[in-house]
């Protein structure tokens, strides 16, 4: 569920996409929310974030956009 939001990019969305109501998404999230002690989902994404699958095409994105040039890691 956490995941499909993501990709998403909103509950509404996600809701959508997954052919659920908006509410019944919302209490899904909460129960997971109560799960793992998270009050906020965006701390539900910092703890599930490293359990979570990439997005379909982020991988092939990331191959393909190049690092940064020395010239941008300077600047930073």
Request: aromatic share 2%; glycine share 8%; hydrophobic share 45%.
């Amino acid at each position: 569920m956490v995941a499909a939001i993501l990709v998403a990019g909103s509950e509404k969305a996600a809701a959508h996409r997954l052919g659920l109501s908006h509410s019944t998404v919302k209490h899904h999230l909460a129960n997971v929310r109560s799960k793992v002690g998270a009050t906020t989902t965006a701390q539900l994404v910092w703890i599930l974030g490293p359990r979570l699958p990439e997005p379909e095409g982020m991988a092939q994105a990331d191959e393909e956009m190049p690092g940064p040039t020395p010239n941008m890691a300077a600047a930073r």
